[in-house]
């Protein structure tokens, strides 16, 4: 397998790729479902999900979008916050912090790298900042997979919670 983590380019994205970022949340939701995940994202396509298409507009347009690419291909997406949805049930942090909002990798570039690389960039966008604190939520449900890969990433779980019937789990860096 070839190394692409170091070609990975990462940009600041922008309301011109939200139909990129549609189409990555869209194949993700058809990957999930085809491994016996509807639990996590459900089974509708993103993008025809009610309000799917405007949250991403906002995304890419309210607060900070990141894109990876390989050879100017968008692969990955990442939004960064200064704070949890507040739709979820999440404590506030109780210092500045920021916050990964969304994180999608295109599942025909599974294995290479992309959500580790930009987390990492995450990490340095929080640092620059001048912020000691990058959380996350994610699902914590199948087993906890998705919880291990934030960990494998440098983040400890903290706070489960629940959303009607979906599991979370809070997931904190400390940036030095």
């Known amino acids: 397998m070839i190394d692409t983590a170091h070609d990975i380019r990462i940009r600041r994205g922008g309301l011109a790729d939200a139909p990129a970022v549609l189409n990555m949340l869209d194949s993700a939701v058809a990957w999930m479902n085809a491994r016996g995940n509807t639990e996590q994202w459900g089974t509708t396509p993103y993008s025809q999900k009610p309000g799917g298409v405007a949250r991403v507009e906002r995304y890419m347009t309210e607060n900070a979008p990141y894109i990876a690419e390989l050879d100017g291909t968008p692969v990955g997406a990442l939004v960064l916050d ?55 939520d994610c699902w914590a449900g199948g087993g906890g997979e998705l919880v291990a890969f934030y960990e494998r990433n440098g983040f400890t779980p903290t706070d489960r919670f629940l959303s009607g019937t979906w599991p979370g789990q809070v997931l904190a860096r400390r940036i030095g």
């Open 82 to 136: 200064f704070g949890p949805s507040p739709q979820m049930p999440i404590a506030p942090a109780g210092e500045p912090e920021r916050y990964v909002r969304l994180l999608v990798s295109d599942r025909q570039y599974a294995g290479r790298g992309i959500g580790a690389a930009l987390l990492a960039h995450a990490a340095e966008e929080t640092r620059h900042a001048g912020v000691a604190l990058l959380r996350v």
